[in-house]
């Protein structure tokens, strides 16, 4: 390749290398890495390919591949063959059709992709979204002649043009199939994050990762992984200790955490094209809302930690694919509130639980379940709330069911204010919201069925 400046300011002539065989040529139209590298501004794209066919019959693929493909043609005409080489139950299926300038297809990473020219002087272009590399070894190749796959060729391969590759590759029986593209799942030793273990389990795409294994405060994140493998990062870790928060160290963890950590996921999903899901909270609203928070309220945090999701949130929404779960008063695998109360209802002991915080529970595994149907149903992009369903209830009325379901006195739970219960509170507490009810319509709509908080409670409690 040869760059050559031209008399007009940022006009460059560029010269391309032609690979040539008896089929006839083939060449890397735009490669971003080589050409930004070469000195040609980065103006978007990731890589064009035109390949150029001499004669009917000249016959290329099944080749599947770990990136997306637009195909269509400049000149000439195609028949074309695509067969699904993606992990899942479709694998091996198969679909035909003729292609011209006037028509063209979108190919998603893993189908295979083969075509015989039907015109001579047949140029066919495609557009991907990743670059080949050495480093990815996620290829997929199927023999022309397959017999499941039975490709009903225009013109007989005995009578074609075809690379002796092409001529070897595998049966489909013999195909390793292509997995997804990674799922990171950050956070995972904590409460969501270990629901979400239980949710996607050991799947050879999906990736764990708790601080030792990724630290999401580190300036170095962006090249901290191959992040082009990976279709999404679904971010469970935050810093939670909302009265520490109000401290001078905890502040600054919580920023790093919360809202610092978030940008740079948001910056990772954005350049690489990846679904962020984002966990957010009720506490960046300041509770004094008369019904259910929507999607769309105000944020108005009272503390640190609210101010530190909230920001968090508008990190997440800049990436281009992102779903911000909002949810509260989280119920998982460990300490709990739940938990706490099943304890001192069991030690004989009598609490007094504040009365005039306003929520519903939300289970960690529901969390883990709708972020599953969000990805699943590729649900439009944006912002869900989640929590359990059913009548609003205050913290005192979560303690006395829990109180009655492991067979204690309700009654010995005593409602008081939050300003009685922190009284007589030595170290700083942050501000709480008193209505934490989330408007759950929006997930619903998307077929996402959130379960009723008393019934769930009752088998949490089993």
Do not use: C
């Not at 000249?58 to 993606?86: M, N, Q, Y």
């Not at 509770?287 to 930690?305: I, K, N, Q, R, T």
């Amino acid at each position: 390749m040869v760059i050559t400046e031209t008399t007009i300011p940022g006009l460059v002539l560029v010269d391309l290398p032609l690979h040539g065989d008896t089929r006839g040529w083939f060449k890397e139209n735009w490669q971003r890495e080589k050409m930004i590298a070469a000195g040609l501004p980065d103006f978007g794209p990731v890589q064009n390919n035109i390949s150029f066919n001499d004669a009917v019959g000249t016959t290329r693929g099944v080749h599947a591949e770990p990136w997306d493909k637009f195909v269509s043609l400049a000149t000439g005409r195609i028949f074309g063959a695509w067969v699904d080489l993606r992990d899942g139950p479709t694998f091996g299926a198969v679909f035909t059709a003729e292609l011209d300038p006037s028509r063209a297809i979108f190919v998603p990473r893993g189908v295979g992709n083969a075509y015989q020219t039907l015109e001579p002087g047949t140029a066919y272009t495609y557009l991907v979204n990743d670059h080949w590399s050495a480093e990815n070894t996620d290829y997929a190749f199927l023999n022309l002649a397959d017999e499941t796959a039975a490709i009903d060729w225009p013109i007989p391969l005995d009578q074609v043009e075809i690379s002796p590759k092409d001529k070897n590759h595998p049966r489909l029986q013999d195909v390793t199939p292509i997995t997804p593209r990674k799922i990171l799942i950050t956070g995972a030793d904590g409460q969501v994050g270990r629901a979400l273990r239980a949710e996607f389990g050991d799947a050879a795409h999906i990736e764990y990762a708790g601080r030792e294994q990724l630290d999401l405060t580190e300036p170095e994140l962006g090249t901290a992984r191959r992040w082009r493998d990976y279709g999404a990062i679904i971010n469970a870790a935050a810093y939670t200790a909302v009265d520490h928060a109000e401290t001078t160290e905890g502040r600054v963890a919580a920023w790093q955490i919360n809202a610092a950590a978030s940008a740079r996921l948001a910056a990772i999903a954005t350049e690489f094209a990846l679904t962020l899901v984002h966990i957010s909270s009720d506490y960046v609203f300041d509770g004094s809302a008369a019904g259910a928070y929507d999607e769309d309220a105000a944020f108005a945090p009272l503390g640190v930690y609210g101010q530190s999701k909230a920001a968090g949130d508008l990190a997440a929404a800049t990436a281009p694919r992102h779903y911000i779960v909002r949810t509260s008063w989280v119920i998982g695998d460990g300490g709990n509130f739940v938990r706490t109360m099943a304890s001192l209802a069991e030690r004989g002991i009598d609490p007094k639980v504040v009365n005039d915080q306003t929520g519903r529970l939300t289970f960690a595994d529901d969390i883990a379940r709708g972020i599953r149907h969000l990805l699943g149903t590729a649900a439009p992009h944006g912002t869900y709330n989640l929590t359990s369903s059913g009548e609003p209830q205050t913290w005192a009325d979560v303690a006395r069911d829990v109180y009655h379901l492991v067979g204690a006195d309700p009654a010995r739970v005593s409602p008081v204010s939050t300003d009685e219960y922190y009284a007589d509170a030595t170290g700083p507490i942050s501000p709480r919201p008193r209505n934490s009810v989330l408007d759950l319509r929006k997930i619903e709509a998307t077929g996402f069925v959130p379960t009723d908080s008393a019934s769930r409670l009752a088998e949490f409690l089993r």
